[in-house]
């Protein structure tokens, strides 16, 4: 399991709430920071956005734009999939890190946490990508471990990649070997099988006779 607590920064300081919005102007051109954090005597109040700090008047200080603040930040043994949802809601590339006791601690950045999971067997080892989709009240995690194991495939990991009101797309990576089957399987079950394969001999089969076909109208 990734610890994500290897990934604290501290290369930078956190922004202090009496300084000048000048400074904290300067401080965003020269990095390429969407929000900092920001502390007060040491704690952690919230986060301010590059693009608000633009905005805002540079012979003031910071604390006159506390409102404009997000507060948003991880725990140091957080998730990594929490890290990436984080990121992404407040589409930022840096996330505060406070401890237990609320402590500032440092900051998360998005290409480290990323860099984290390219590290994982999912993304790291070989294998087999396959999609499937199904209704959403029909679709079963445990069904589709099964159907992989069933075929003397080991999954390398699963990932919820689409949902809508009615459907969901599930995202397998499975060790080499034993696709087509695992595919045929998964159409036995009632799944649509989204992504595309070579070795679908489903897909292969449809298109042989669709090209026999052809020949036959053009007689």
Same mark, same amino acid.
């Given at each position: 399991?990734?610890?994500?607590?290897?990934?604290?920064?501290?290369?930078?300081?956190?922004?202090?709430?009496?300084?000048?919005?000048?400074?904290?102007?300067?401080?965003?051109?020269?990095?390429?920071?969407?929000?900092?954090?920001?502390?007060?005597?040491?704690?952690?109040?919230?986060?301010?956005?590059?693009?608000?700090?633009?905005?805002?008047?540079?012979?003031?200080?910071?604390?006159?734009?506390?409102?404009?603040?997000?507060?948003?930040?991880?725990?140091?043994?957080?998730?990594?999939?929490?890290?990436?949802?984080?990121?992404?809601?407040?589409? /930022? *590339?840096?996330?505060?890190? %406070?401890?237990?006791?609320?402590?500032? &601690?440092?900051?998360?950045? =998005? !290409?480290?946490? +990323? @860099?984290?999971?390219?590290?994982?067997?999912?993304?790291?080892?070989?294998?087999?990508?396959?999609?499937?989709?199904?209704?959403?009240?029909?679709?079963?995690?445990?069904?589709?471990?099964?159907?992989?194991? /069933? *075929?003397?495939?080991?999954? %390398?990991?699963?990932?919820?990649?689409? &949902?809508?009101?009615?459907? =969901? !797309?599930?995202? +397998? @990576?499975?060790?080499?070997?034993?696709?087509?089957?695992?595919?045929?399987?998964?159409?036995?079950?009632?799944?649509?099988?989204?992504?595309?394969?070579?070795?679908?001999?489903?897909?292969?089969?449809?298109?042989?006779?669709?090209?026999?076909?052809?020949?036959?109208?053009?007689?």
């Amino acid at each position: 399991m990734i610890a994500v607590s290897d990934y604290i920064n501290n290369d930078y300081k956190a922004l202090d709430n009496e300084a000048a919005v000048e400074s904290v102007q300067d401080f965003f051109y020269d990095n390429l920071f969407t929000h900092f954090p920001v502390t007060d005597n040491g704690v952690f109040i919230g986060c301010v956005a590059s693009e608000d700090a633009e905005t805002f008047d540079s012979d003031k200080k910071l604390s006159d734009y506390r409102y404009a603040m997000e507060v948003f930040f991880a725990r140091p043994d957080s998730m990594w999939l929490d890290l990436l949802q984080i990121f992404a809601r407040h589409r /930022s *590339n840096v996330i505060p890190v %406070l401890d237990k006791k609320n402590v500032y &601690a440092g900051y998360f950045e =998005v !290409q480290d946490i +990323i @860099k984290a999971f390219n590290d994982t067997p999912f993304l790291k080892e070989e294998g087999g990508i396959i999609v499937v989709e199904k209704s959403l009240s029909d679709y079963s995690m445990g069904q589709i471990v099964q159907i992989v194991e /069933s *075929n003397n495939a080991k999954i %390398l990991g699963l990932l919820v990649s689409d &949902a809508s009101n009615d459907k =969901v !797309q599930v995202t +397998i @990576k499975t060790a080499l070997g034993g696709l087509n089957e695992i595919i045929q399987t998964f159409r036995r079950y009632n799944y649509r099988v989204v992504s595309e394969h070579q070795e679908d001999s489903y897909i292969t089969d449809l298109k042989d006779r669709s090209d026999y076909l052809d020949k036959y109208l053009n007689i």
